[in-house]
């Protein structure tokens, strides 16, 4: 167990933290899964731009690497166009 008031502190956040970047990361892959999911064009092209949004939001907050999040989108944006 920790023993400075800092390092109690320290845990408490990581904590809270954590909680939180797992609700929006799963947030995001079902969203994502959804969207794989979609078969209708014009269903697919209205989610795609909120499904970006939320990559981009985790990226920007380092829950997921900048990279991911762009090739995720990428694979999003071909799998939209394909359909």
Wanted: aromatic fraction near 2%.
């Amino acid at each position: 167990m920790a023993n400075h008031k800092s390092s109690i502190k320290r845990i408490r956040q990581t904590q809270a933290k954590r909680l939180r970047n797992r609700y929006v990361a799963k947030t995001t892959r079902n969203a994502i899964k959804k969207l794989r999911l979609t078969t209708d064009k014009a269903e697919a092209q209205k989610q795609y731009p909120s499904v970006c949004s939320m990559l981009d939001r985790l990226a920007k907050k380092n829950v997921i690497h900048k990279n991911k999040a762009g090739n995720l989108k990428s694979k999003l944006a071909a799998h939209v166009n394909s359909l």
